[in-house]
């Protein structure tokens, strides 16, 4: 697995052009890899996934994850501020096991399955209350391998934020809306391959879209 940290020019045309349409991002992003059969799943068989974070600074920093290595010479001229920067995440995935605990970051889509006004049809909605996107995070955890512990003010250790809107187009008639979440905090390993797993492929939808990529650090504080 490899980490690829864009220093990402916000005055790049390229930049400015994506940032509107999450769509034309995801191929930019995935100009950094060999093209597939068209049997493939192009993103899912480099298991790329990225995610843009803006630092205090103001910087703009775009973080992409695969299990391919990345060669972004193809990328626009002007985008970048600086070479990327590409390291192994073999370090990181060595140091999964059980019980133990992480600071981590993830960018999400928490959705639920709703009925649509007087239809048998349903749709994925959005959940907008921290309450909710946390018992969301919850249930993920769960599945992954992970769960979220006690903070020292008695609540879950990680703090739900709302992030930009994503918009674009697939196709003429296909509009892309997401409303993403930032999950920020601690979490503690509770099974090491459904954890490995969650790393490597993500956690929620919109995985070609700036969601679903998990990212951790040493922990802040003592369990």
């Not at 999450?22 to 799943?41: A, F, L």
């Not at 993830?106 to 959705?111: D, E, G, V």
């Not at 994925?124 to 921290?130: D, I, S, T």
């Not at 903070?151 to 250790?157: E, F, H, K, Y």
Request: charged residues 25%.
């Amino acid at each position: 697995m490899f980490l690829t940290k864009l220093i990402v020019n916000p005055k790049s045309a390229a930049f400015r052009r994506d940032v509107t349409d999450v769509h034309d991002m995801h191929r930019t992003v995935m100009s950094g890899y060999p093209e597939m059969p068209p049997t493939g799943t192009f993103r899912s068989e480099h298991g790329v996934l990225w995610r843009i974070d803006t630092l205090p600074n103001g910087q703009i920093v775009q973080y992409v994850q695969s299990r391919t290595e990345p060669d972004w010479s193809a990328l626009p001229a002007d985008l970048l501020l600086r070479a990327a920067e590409v390291r192994s995440l073999q370090p990181v995935l060595d140091a999964v096991a059980p019980g133990r605990r992480f600071a981590f970051r993830l960018m999400a889509n928490p959705t639920r399955c709703a009925h649509i006004k007087d239809s048998a049809d349903r749709k994925r909605v959005p959940l907008r209350q921290p309450a909710q996107q946390l018992e969301w995070l919850i249930g993920k955890g769960e599945q992954h391998g992970f769960v979220i512990p006690v903070s020292r003010q008695g609540g879950p250790d990680v703090a739900p934020s709302p992030a930009p809107r994503l918009i674009g187009k697939r196709r003429e008639s296909s509009k892309i809306t997401i409303d993403p979440v930032r999950f920020d905090g601690h979490l503690v390993v509770t099974d090491a391959d459904l954890f490995t797993t969650a790393l490597t492929t993500g956690i929620g939808r919109a995985k070609s879209y700036g969601c679903g990529l998990l990212s951790l650090a040493p922990a802040r504080i003592k369990a």
